[in-house]
């Protein structure tokens, strides 16, 4: 069996290794030119506040560097919906049309935008896609939506912080003032030489005081986050701030583990499939007798020997006209 499958590769040998050759190639040719994708590339510059530096909203957690925080928080916005829809609104306002829809927007987002850091201060925003001016419009609202964001979270915990601390200063104060009047009422009702040694007195006292520097330490605070809110939208445009306006170069081409690649392979193992099937069923139906080993599994005699088969393009031979006698069969 093996025998005959080699006679018939070697048979149809040049079509077979062609179909190898020439179908692979053809969908790595198509698939790289068709497939030819935009990478739009953007870098942002995120810093730490030297005006706020001192506000508790400003601190980084320990050990992370501005780009790495920046970064990080862009990558969080990209997996919620609100964020993702604000970056299509403004692309759309734009002008670039776009025919996927929201959950399509969503899906491609998620997967072809990137978001990394490249050293302590720089953050790079890829976002890889068929389409030039559609990507440059989208890395270029998802940097305006990012800074919003930001601008709108601190904002908003500068805004919670400052209506806690206006309640506690209410309270504080109410504490503070009741402490003071009960420190002057103790005072009118008794001796004045007296109350030096007075321990109720000076209990008295010292709670006042201490009302009064904690009253007066959150007014401090509640002042320090007035200041924080209305600096926040000036001071922002220092922490993240567009380096690299959004550019769209060609991709690389990675003949590793690109979808070229993976195409070509995958038509190399159909043809090698589709050929492994032709050769079977061609071995299967060829009728010839292509070996020795054949002649004697189906006779059941050994051979004498074997004859080259003849050539139909050549004539005949004449034994008389070769000089050599006809040999005479003889007759038992």
């Known amino acids: ?48 506040p030297a005006v706020l530096a001192d506000s508790p909203y400003a601190q980084l957690p320990g050990g992370e560097t501005p780009a ?22 403004a692309v759309d306002s734009s002008g670039v049309s776009d025919t996927m829809d929201a959950r399509a927007f969503s899906q491609d987002m998620q997967r072809n935008l990137g978001v990394s850091p490249e050293g302590p201060n720089i953050v790079v925003v890829t976002y890889t896609t068929p389409r030039a ?58 001796d004045l030489t007296s109350l030096a040694a007075d321990a109720s007195y000076q209990s008295l006292r010292m709670l006042a005081t201490a009302n009064i520097q904690s009253y007066t330490s959150l007014v401090q605070a509640s002042q320090r986050a007035s200041q924080y809110q209305s600096a926040i939208p000036f001071v922002q445009t220092t ?46 139906r060829d009728q010839h007798v292509r070996t020795t080993q054949e002649v004697v599994a189906a006779l059941g005699l050994l051979p004498i020997g074997t004859v080259p088969a003849p050539d139909p393009g050549r004539p005949p031979v004449d034994a008389r006209r070769a000089g050599r006698a006809p040999a005479v069969a003889a007759d038992g």
Not at 136 to 150: L, P, S
Not at 167 to 181: I, L, S
Request: net charge negative; charged share 15%.
């Open 239 to 284: 922490l993240l701030r567009t380096v690299d306006q959004p550019r769209s170069a060609p991709s690389q081409v990675n003949l590793v583990k690109g979808p070229a690649t993976r195409n070509a392979l995958y038509a190399l193992v159909a043809v090698a499939a589709i050929e492994l099937v032709f050769v079977y069923n061609v071995t299967r």
């Open 1 to 48: 069996m093996l025998h005959r499958v080699l006679d018939v590769v070697f048979q149809f040998f040049v079509p077979l290794v062609a179909a190898v050759v020439v179908l692979p190639t053809a969908v790595l040719a198509v698939v790289l030119v068709l497939g030819q994708s935009q990478v739009v590339t953007a870098r942002l510059w995120a810093d730490q």
């Open 68 to 89: 790495g925080h920046e970064a990080e928080v862009l990558t969080e916005l990209i997996q919620t919906d609100n964020f993702l829809a604000i970056v299509r609104s």
């Open 133 to 190: 001016d559609f990507g440059v419009a989208v890395v270029q609202a998802t940097i305006t939506a990012f800074e919003q964001a930001q601008t709108g979270v601190q904002t908003g915990q500068v805004v919670v912080a400052d209506q806690a601390l206006a309640n506690q200063v209410a309270t504080a104060k109410k504490e503070m003032d009741n402490a003071v009047a009960a420190a002057q009422r103790y005072e009118q009702s008794h």
